[in-house]
């Protein structure tokens, strides 16, 4: 069944650890998303893909990175949690291969929900 | 640039009346307009999107959107609320010029009462 997935739902770590929140879709899509949602509940958009070796950096600025080394598959690593990094990061892709030009919708994963004492 | 202004932190409905969502959005040029729910814990689902033509957009779970390029404005709505409804509504935009980037609205919480 074509679904995004992200794993963990939830972690709670310490501070200073290094995390990596998994991203994985099989929508057959090339365009992908990472946005965090603060306590207001406001989507930033932090960073996207346009495809495989592609990563820009999104409207707000995070000490986050991401990689795509794989067009189904959109990790996203902090190397050293904080506390300031508590939030729910949200998945999304978009846009079937060659197909759609901007005006497909995204699809969104369940979310993980970051806390870092 | 792109952006998106829904004016309502929260809107009250009993079960059962019209429920209205507002948004207006801003652009250079001609948008592409999507509505967004998200239930508690869970990502956001896709309810419904303006592309071009019939100016009256109908999605899922009975709801529906009416694009007004005069007012620039896109309001969700839907005759009949159920207590189910209950939930944080998105409404976002994206330029037709723009890359894939969306730009969302600050959210709109709708608690609909039995």
């Known amino acids: 069944e074509a679904d995004i997935y992200q794993t963990p739902r939830y972690l709670v770590i310490g501070t200073g650890k290094k995390i990596t929140l998994e991203c994985s879709q099989t929508m057959g899509h090339d365009k992908m998303y990472w946005y965090q949602q603060d306590p207001g509940m406001e989507l930033h958009l932090i960073h996207y893909?346009?495809?495989?070796?592609?990563?820009e950096k999104g409207d707000l600025s995070s000490e986050s990175t991401v990689s795509r080394i794989r067009t189904e598959h959109f990790p996203l690593t902090l190397e050293s949690a904080r506390p300031s990094h508590t939030s729910q990061y949200l998945c999304?892709?978009?846009?079937?291969?060659?197909?759609?030009?901007?005006?497909?919708?995204?699809?969104f994963g369940p979310g993980t929900r970051l806390t870092v004492l | 640039a792109q952006s998106v202004a829904q004016p309502e932190d929260q809107v009250n409905v009993a079960e059962g009346n019209p429920l209205t969502v507002k948004c207006t959005y801003s652009v250079s040029g001609n948008p592409y307009l999507f509505w967004y729910v998200q239930y508690p814990n869970r990502g956001l689902q896709f309810l419904l999107k303006?592309?071009?033509?019939?100016?009256l957009v109908k999605g899922s779970y009975g709801f529906e959107a009416e694009f007004n390029k005069s007012q620039t404005s896109f309001h969700l709505k839907k005759p009949s609320a159920l207590v189910s409804d209950s939930a944080l509504y998105f409404c976002a935009v994206r330029e037709r010029s723009n890359d894939y980037k969306l730009s969302f609205g600050a959210g709109t919480t709708v608690t609909v009462r039995a």
């Open positions: 893909s346009y495809g495989v070796n592609s990563t």
């Open positions: 999304a892709s978009s846009d079937p291969l060659q197909t759609g030009y901007g005006r497909n919708e995204q699809f």
């Open positions: 303006y592309i071009t033509g019939d100016n």
